[in-house]
Structure formats: structure tokens, C-alpha cells
């Protein structure tokens, strides 16, 4: 168990127990990813049928994607996602079969931010030689307990990538789940899940649901007003190594406590709170000091040997 805290004083980041010496801030700050312009390579349904508690998809509202463009940035979000997908961003690298992460945007389980909350990661992750996966997952929240959706197509969409990892060449032991905000909270409950939250459909459902490795970025709503993490979450020393970043500014603790947890069950894992900065700032060009955490996440991916070391 090992625990970063990144901080920053007159522009520079102080890194305390744990990170290198090197200051790779320019890999991320503005947002130069070679890849900035690829399109995924497909997309595909991960059920074979309707989600499960799912009505056919033509009585549900059309999928709607809305694209706004403020001064600064566009905004691209994705409301009224009955029929879970993935699309596909494979790995800028050939050779060996590539890690793999499935990304889960955020959008408090009532849209998806499919930019700088999903693709534009994917993209990133694509150019840093992992094949990346952005999980359509259902919004809004259907007449059912919070979290179940988006869990039940996290961990499907898990066992779908292991059941066809020859076809996207990956390797079906180093699948990981990196979540923001919503996307987070999902991506814990899947990983911290002791069984599968629905019944197996078919032959993909004989693969694990469980990831192998978890990215949480900025989680929100895991905590109770008791300050103990939600019931859904049952985190035991196999739930798998956890990488976590948030800003000071967040408006909630629930990286930190959920970093408790992994603590108390012995789970490797690495915490980031960047001292400037709030919640949703996902993937954006900035000069702040939460500008670093994709360098730090490949730093954590070449320690935990999912990716080479640098």
C-alpha cells in the first residue's frame, strides 16, 4: 500500500511518499495526444438481446447526443442510452496482445460525458499502447436501485472484453476499469462486487467479471451520511489494485475514503489529491496541478506491470 499526495506551491508539484523525482506534467497539459483525431475502430453491442430489467429498445426514448460549444470547450454529452456499448480504440502499438481499460464517463447517471469523460481518455490511453474500451453504459437511473444499471453493463462489459480478447488483441489478464465521477462509482461497485449483479446470459457471462486493476477519478456518491461506504461495496483484500485522483476542491471525500477501505483490506493502492482544481475535470487542457494525473497513471501502469516501466 503506498499513498501520493500531490501538491503545488507558486506552480510547481511537490510529490510526497511514493512519486518520482521527474515531473512528466508536459505529457498531459494541453491535452497533445498523438491520437487526438482517431475515430474508433467499431462499436458493439455488449448484450445479445435487451439489458436485463430492459424493455425492448424501441419503447424506450431515442438515444440523443447533444454537442454544445461554450467559449472555451465543446461539450459533447449522450442522453437516454438504453441498448450498452463499447466502442473500440485499439492500441497505437503492435506487437503483443495489449492491456486493455474500459472507460466509464461520468455524468451523474443521468447523461454521459463522452469527451473529455470518454473518449478523449480512450484516445490517450490508445497512444500509450493500451486498447481502450468507452462503455455506453444506461442513463438515465431506471425505476431500480441506483448503481444497478451501469454496474450490470460494467460487469458485462468486463466479460465481454475477456470472451473476445483474440479478436481485439488484448491480453484477457490485464483488464482494468477507469471511471470518472458516476463512471467511478460504477467502476467501484464492480470491482468491490463479491458476485455477478445479474443472471449469466450466455457463453461471454463463463468469463470474470471481475477487473483486474481499477482507475478511479474523482468518485462521487460511495459515502453514507454516516461517512461509511455504500453497502453495494464490499471491499475484501481481492478486490484488485486501485489507482485514485482528485482535486482539494471536491465538494466530497469519497476517493479518500474509499482509499480507506482498500487500506483497512490490505489492497495496494495509490491516492493523488491535487491542490488546486474541483470536481469534472476529466481530460481538459490545464495548467493546473490535477494537469499531471494521466502522467501519473502511467507511472502507476508501468509499477503495477501493466504497461513497461518507463
Known sequence: MRMVLAVAAAGAAIAVAGCGAVDKHAAFRGNATPAAAVAPSSTVRIWPGAAPGEPMPATMPAESLRVSRPPALPKKELFNVSSPALEVFPAAQGGAAAPCIIVLPGGGFTELMMDYEGEDCARFLAAHGVTAFVLKYRVPIRGQPRYLAAVQDTQRATSFVRAHAAEYHVDPHKVGLLGFSAGAISAAVAEASDKRSYAPVDGVDETSYRPDFACLIYPGLILQPDGNLV??????????????????????ENAIAYYRGLKAAGVSAELHIYSDGAHGFGMRPTTEPHGSWTARLLDWLGYQKILPRA
Do not use: G, S, Y
Open 231 to 252: 453497502p453495494e461495496i464490499h471491499i475484501t483484500k481481492q478486490t484488485p489494485p486501485t489507482f485514485i485522483a482528485m482535486a482539494d476542491k471536491d465538494k466530497t
